[in-house]
């Protein structure tokens, strides 16, 4: 198998960069041009309506149920067999695994990276736009490649005690195997304000570590989480309040980690083991009560001329592939772990992802039934609000249907 060793989109990035190094990256104001839209997107790795819901019902996340209301929002339909780099570089890229090339976690024996990606990345179109980029732990960015403003690495940073890359947490400090900031430079601005934070979510423990300690190890499990959830809290913060971007891309991964083993599943379900499952069946909900206080700190930096996009790569639910031989066979995660539920079901429509959007011109109240929207979308419409076709490459449309007007202009542009 052959991969490509650079991109034939990379050495525009890095002409452009190199020109816009010293002026424009974190300089906001430009006064001779016209302001260009903003937009934040928050990436939920994983991010399961059928949980959701209900906690939204409680009034558990008031943060979320307020995009809701003043947006829209509905599924999004995913790729078969949906995993992390899977969706995240068709979301980049607005095209098949197939053809973008990261087709998984391990793509010929080694753990994706962008130097897999064959195919013309969103901030790559961004940044050649003149449009100020900043990305943080948005999964399958590593090693990070050169923007017009910043980037963070997210998963399948590799480092110490995650020499793979896959499905780990290394310290910002040791990371190990290529560059996880953009411009370099800015490591140890990060490390001096926000602190040698982890990048990506705690390992999943193994069956070994787990037998008869469960409770303990449980705990201890969901406490790293909570520390790396706070973490990244702080980081977006930083990011937005020190470097704000015109276009800024942050994500999250530990809502799908825990759900992998921690989704509370009843009696019934396949792998049901209570020593395990009925410890903490409120792990999970929780996760997305936390991450509804994360959106609460960005939605600080968003105002009525923001964009938000909300999107999820799919969602998670437990097993129920009996076409499988072993239904606890699962691909990309940690070999051991009592994994109880899962995404990389054959048929990608069994875990729609999610996508919730708001800003000008965004209608209000609006739903999207069915599998209006899909992942292959994403790119073409955050393109649109810049006023930017999109390329040939793309698969995908603009999202017409969610703006206010019939022709789906902007009123930004
Ligand atoms: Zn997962």
């Known amino acids: 198998m052959r991969f490509p060793t650079v991109p034939r989109f990379l050495a525009v990035v890095v002409l452009l960069s190199f020109s816009v190094a010293s002026t424009s ?47 829209a929002y509905g599924k999004l339909r995913t790729v078969s067999a949906p995993n992390c780099p899977r969706v995240y570089s068709t979301l980049f890229t607005s095209t098949h ?28 179109i961004l940044s050649k736009n003149q449009i100020t980029v900043g990305m943080a732990n948005v999964p399958a960015t590593f090693p990070v490649m050169p923007v017009n403003g910043y980037m963070i690495s997210g998963m399948l940073t590799r480092g110490k005690n995650c020499e793979d890359g896959v499905l780990c947490a290394p310290k910002l400090s040791e990371v190990q195997g290529g560059e996880p900031v953009y411009p370099p430079a800015m490591k140890a601005e990060l490390i001096k304000n926000v602190g040698d934070f982890f990048i990506d979510c705690e390992r999943m423990p193994s069956a070994e570590q787990l037998k008869n300690h469960e409770p303990e190890v449980i705990d201890a499990w969901l406490k790293k989480v909570d520390v790396i959830r706070a973490q990244q809290t702080k980081l977006f913060d930083y990011l937005l309040t020190e470097h704000p971007t015109e276009f800024t891309w942050l994500a999250q991964s530990c809502e799908d980690r825990t759900g992998h083993w921690l989704y509370p599943i009843a009696p019934y379900n396949a792998g049901y083991n209570p020593k395990i499952n009925a410890v903490r069946t409120d792990a999970f909900p929780n996760q997305y009560v936390a991450f509804d206080a994360v959106l609460g700190s960005i ?18 639910k437990p097993l129920r592939e009996f076409e499988q031989t072993d239904p606890h066979a699962h691909m990309d995660h940690e070999k051991t772990t009592p994994v109880i539920a899962k995404h990389d079901f054959a048929d990608g429509d069994d875990v729609p992802g999610s996508f919730f959007a708001m800003g000008p011109g965004i209608k209000q109240g609006l739903r999207l039934l069915g599998f209006e929207a899909s992942v292959y979308d994403f790119a073409p419409t ?13 698969h995908g449309h603009v999202l017409n249907e969610i703006f206010e007007s019939s022709d789906g202009k902007v009123a930004q542009k």
């Open 299 to 316: 939605l600080k930096h968003i105002d009525d001329k923001t964009y938000l996009f909300i999107v999820s790569d799919h969602g998670i």
């Open 97 to 124: 695994p197939e053809e973008h090339g990261v087709s998984g976690f391990i793509v010929g024996g080694i753990t994706a990276n962008t130097n897999m990606l064959k195919e013309e990345p969103i901030w790559s």
């Open 25 to 71: 990256v974190f300089a906001q104001n430009q006064s001779t041009a016209k302001p260009k839209p903003h937009v934040i997107v928050i990436g939920v790795n994983g991010m399961e309506l059928d949980v959701i819901r209900p906690l939204i019902l409680e009034g558990k996340m008031p943060n979320l149920a307020s995009v809701i209301k003043k947006g």
């Open 382 to 394: 955050v393109l649109h609000i810049y006023g930017i076709e999109p390329t040939k490459q793309m």
